[in-house]
């Protein structure tokens, strides 16, 4: 199934949809492929076939969680994640060596490295 058919599927309706009660008309997701938290085509981890997310890995560190299309219908192992627990500037380097230089997704390359940044900095406080 293609990424913009399975988009028009669950954009309205999924598991991870957050709406804002207050009338705002910005929705969010709580997805773990979704590095930005927003609710989009360019960010959805359940659209994608590639999708890249970032999370906290215990009390230092983070984990990126990178989305592997072969295994598709096997949502158990449709997931794979990479632990980086050097610091910011090394973390940064390495996440945008698996993003943008190894071609896997290169237009959320910054997007990651803005939430592994938030995520280092408040394990630090």
Do not use: C
Not at 66 to 90: D, H, I, M, Q
Request: no cysteine.
């Amino acid at each position: 199934m293609s990424d913009d058919l399975t988009w028009q599927i669950v954009k309205k309706t999924n598991r991870y949809l957050l709406r804002n009660g207050t009338g705002d008309r910005r929705y969010f997701s709580t997805e773990v492929t979704n590095a930005t938290k927003l609710h989009s085509f360019k960010a959805s981890g359940l659209a994608n076939k590639k999708a890249v997310g970032v999370r906290a890995a215990g009390t230092n560190g983070v984990e990126l969680v990178f989305k592997n299309s072969k295994f598709a219908n096997a949502p158990k192992k449709s997931t794979y994640t990479v632990k980086l627990t050097k610091g910011a500037r090394p973390t940064g380097k390495a996440i945008r060596g698996l993003t943008a230089t190894s071609y896997y997704r290169p237009d959320m390359t910054k997007a990651v490295q803005a939430a592994a940044s938030q995520l280092i900095r408040a394990q630090r406080a």
